[in-house]
DNA sequence: GTTAAATTTGACTATATGGTTAAAGTGAAT
DNA sequence: ATTCACTTTAACCATATAGTCAAATTTAAC
């Protein structure tokens, strides 16, 4: 059936793609992959670059539909924070690769791929990030100190991210981290919210 | 002067494997960038991939080397983190795409590349890395609250790297973001110190 | 100035790779 | 059974690209 060998065609070249980036992905073996031939990757999707963008587009889709999906914003913001990090870590944990292959395609910067960006961010519809705007309904409140949405919402990402996307250089410095495992990502979700909630100073009762 | 050429064609080489990776890197492109036939590059240097190790060699040890320098660590830990996060973040600014290719590169996995690393790792000595122990000392100390010293140190390099890293998808959502500009960085050093420091809990004072 | 070594170049090669094509196979509708 | 559209394949093609080489040119030593 036609939709069974064209999804079969984009697992393969989704995982050939998110390894080696566009320029390092080979279509030859993509079609191994798929278990089929070469030529037909053509007919299925006109061109490496065609077939790239279909890639690109479903791996953006999955990911942010993933990530935006029912954080209900009805609840006071402390709920709302252990909703977002658990829900941004277990998405990432369970996608490690494609965070490194979005960094290194979206920075490419060539019109062709920024192009792209825009219109899939305009068809997922990435508006005014929820985030933003539930930190500052949270100030409002009085719920928190006034700080930066912006960069609030940058660290808040950062801290979630990052360990996956830098995970080759954290687990070749730090002597037995393991960024994949249960463990990690549990003790990660805490420390993030410890962080985010009481900085690192003294708390009354240590003093 | 073989010493100038060499120079020349490592600066050449550095900026278009940072932005284009290895695979998407051409040696001709190199060679015209650095203002020299195609053949002087083999001549000097065996092979792209020789080439390569070069270049990364050379940008790890520059990179690392601006930012393990002289960090004193006979201050309190809050000057220690002001340091700190100030140099990182002034390195990394200035250096915005050797982020996204060293992300890039060495999450690639491949033996090579593996052993590449393993080499700098040992040959610039990246032992026990300053900022836990730092860390550690501090909670010995008193100064700070019993937290999970690797954790925190994964939290510091991600708030101060990740903006650069991800820069593209930031600049693309967040309206009139300028991750590179002067007043953003200093911003991002308030930010990342505050929030390290106070988390976002409200203070006594505003309650 | 001559010689020898180091440097530089243009022309070339081998191969990998994205892409094409014409022909063969398959299956459903008539 | 014939037709016809859809699917699949092997064999090709054109080009790009890493790498080579022999000859030319420059530089340094004497």
Redesign the pocket.
Known sequence: ??KD?ESTILKAASSVFVKDGYDG?????IAEKAG?????????F????H?FQMVFERLMHDFFSSIYREVSMDTDFRTYLDNFVSIYLNTISKRPYVIRFMIWELGHGSGTVNELIGRIMKKWEIKEIPVITAVQRAIDRGEIRAVDPIQLFISLIALCIFPFAARAILENKVEGLKVLSKEFVEARKEAILDLIWNGISLKEDDR
Not at 25 to 29: E, F, K, P
């Open positions: 059936m036609t060998i992905a080979r279509m030859n073996v089929i031939n070469k030529a037909l990757l053509h007919y299925y006109r061109s490496k670059n077939l």
